[in-house]
């Protein structure tokens, strides 16, 4: 089964595989100084989640190819959008650039 990331920015944690964003990375990326903790915070949430449903999702497939000997899943990929991502996803949607719009 593939499990695929996108680790294009931060450092990667080997031991529990969540992502470390800087907060010099988010107030320059971002232009959020103020708001760096928040921000890291909500993406740490979202990787959890990412991680809850990628489990949830590969004890499916293992169940069903113990019962059915077939896997339902070819792959399962996921993917976290960087600094840099959201930044441009907000300006080209034309939304502030803060906390509460990239909540939202």
Known sequence: MEF??????GLHN?????KVISDLEIAQTLHLPNECEELQLLMMKYEC???E???KLEVLSSEMSLKFQRNPFESIRCRLKSPQSIYDKLCSHGYE?????IRD
Do not use: P
């Not at 695929?4 to 920015?9: F, H």
């Not at 080997?14 to 969540?18: D, I, L, N, S, V």
């Open 53 to 55: 449903m990628i489990t």
């Open 4 to 9: 695929a990331k996108n680790t294009a920015y």
């Open 14 to 18: 080997r031991f529990h595989g969540m």
């Open 97 to 101: 650039v803060s906390y509460q719009s």
């Open 49 to 51: 989640a990412m991680t």
